[in-house]
């Protein structure tokens, strides 16, 4: 005799809404996530005028998401670490926001609330 599984298609569609939702969960994530790497690496940024902190910003495309800093001089102010920075901030603003936070960037795009 064989045996029918009743109710099989509300079970595929319950796991479909699930995955929906870490899907969504993991792009709401990665917003928050690309945010909260602008936010720390702008404090973490030299200072002068103010312009370079000022001007992180975030763009996403589907799935990739990147965070750059806009003004002509961000490349080598992150990069050239032998600069002295007196009024504060640090080379490798945005990669040391990576490197140091990145269990916390990762559990944030998995949607997990951090505090």
Do not use: C, W
Request: charged residues 30%.
């Amino acid at each position: 005799m064989a045996g029918y599984l009743s109710g099989l298609e509300e079970i595929i569609q319950n796991i479909q809404d699930e995955v929906d939702k870490l899907e969504e969960k993991s792009v709401e994530g990665l917003h928050k996530a690309l945010a909260y790497v602008k936010d720390e690496a702008s404090k973490r940024a030299p200072v002068d005028t103010g312009d370079l902190r000022g001007s992180g910003d975030v763009q996403i495309e589907g799935e990739v998401g990147t965070v750059s800093f806009n003004t002509p001089y961000a490349a080598a102010q992150h990069e050239h670490v032998e600069y002295n920075h007196p009024l504060g901030g640090q080379a490798k603003y945005l990669e040391s926001v990576l490197v140091e936070d990145k269990d916390k960037i990762l559990h944030m795009i998995a949607g997990e609330d951090i505090e």
